[in-house]
């Protein structure tokens, strides 16, 4: 497709906005566009984001997402994406969610991270993430699409945001020297039953590796990651559909549990 100019970025950001407050899907923007381009995505979410601050809200972090193999082959797409973390999509461990507010929301378990101190450019070391890392968590993202089904591309899930609807942490502590993450172990289970599992390392190699890449594209863009931000470092195993009356629990050896109810 011709590169799309501000007028179709901002309407395409407009109906992604108001399939989400209206809850009714729109068609998957590859249907009309199958040559949108990853750049293209990421300015209609870039619009999208900056319509929500200008409402008042504050970007608290990022995401990476579909950085495990589980992820991209469910997925059906072969590289990463990020989206924006907003302060109202973030509640803490014990949290209720009505799961009426979202269309068709799935759940993952992640190790997540808050920064300590800036971390941009574009070749950032694992070490040099590794450092710029206060603490560690788990979480679990609801992921949610404004599309009428989740068989999209990775471009259409970048400009709805990268899919994310809502985020719970866990208990946040530091990251110690002798905590291996691409060896920590999570299991996932609702309703006190496992559904899933998987190590740090599905992510890339190592979840650190998640900052590594994270940083790499916002400096691209132009940006960086910053001091005291939320980052997830994707999901470990497939998503998983989110039900109402179920609670879903993650847990890991070195790692606080975080848990979510749905109503």
Known sequence: MDEP????????ASALLAAEYERVPIDALTVRSPELSLETAY??????????????????????GVTSRAMQEQMGVDESDSGVLLDAMVMPTGSTMARS???????????AFRL????????????EARAAVEKVFLALEV???????????????????????????GPMVPLGADMDLAAEPLVVSVDGTAVATGEGRAVL???LRALTWLAGRLHRAGGGLRAGQLVLAGAVHASLPLEARS??????????P???RVR
Request: with cysteine; aromatic share 4%.
């Open 143 to 169: 992921i949610d699409t404004r599309f009428t089904s989740w068989r999209i591309t990775v471009a259409d899930s970048i400009a709805d945001n990268a899919s994310c609807a809502r985020v719970v942490t």
């Open 116 to 127: 300590g101190r800036d971390l941009a450019g574009g070749s950032v070391s694992v070490d």
């Open 258 to 260: 975080v848990e979510l």
């Open 43 to 64: 300015r209609v979410q870039g619009a999208a984001v900056a319509r929500r601050i200008s409402g008042g809200a504050r970007v608290v972090g990022h995401k990476a």
């Open 5 to 12: 100019d501000d007028r179709w970025i901002a309407a395409t």
């Open 247 to 256: 609670t879903v629990r993650a847990r890991s050896p070195h790692l606080p």
């Open 101 to 111: 507010v979202l269309m068709q929301p799935r759940v993952e378990a992640e190790i």
């Open 205 to 207: 190699g190592d979840p």
